[in-house]
């Protein structure tokens, strides 16, 4: 029993410490999506949480897709996307979206 007690706090422990990097790698993150235009130079399509998800998976980042939190439509210019890794550890990522010019 105090066997599987300490595996669990071993798993706990380093399951905590990837969270943690994962945080270092990806707080502050700024990521970057062009959109076309459509014919009266407005902005064609969105960036969809999978995007966000593609883009981080580029660079060898993996959070899962459930820890994003409260995803909404985002829009031109600037964005800020929360991704929660852990009890009380929530890293930002910031979206930039632009359209071509």
Do not use: Y
Not at 65 to 89: E, I
């Amino acid at each position: 029993m105090e066997k599987i007690r300490e595996q669990e706090h071993k798993e706990c422990l380093l399951k905590k410490a990837r969270a943690e990097k994962l945080h270092q790698q990806i707080n502050n993150l700024e990521l970057s999506f062009i959109l076309k235009k459509d014919s009266s130079d407005k902005a064609f399509g969105s960036v969809r949480a999978e995007d966000i998800w593609k883009e981080l998976e580029k660079r060898n980042l993996l959070p899962e897709k459930k820890q994003l939190l409260d995803f909404q439509p985002l829009t031109l210019g600037d964005n800020l996307v929360q991704v929660k890794l852990g009890d009380n550890l929530i890293a930002q990522v910031k979206i930039k979206i632009t359209t071509e010019k």
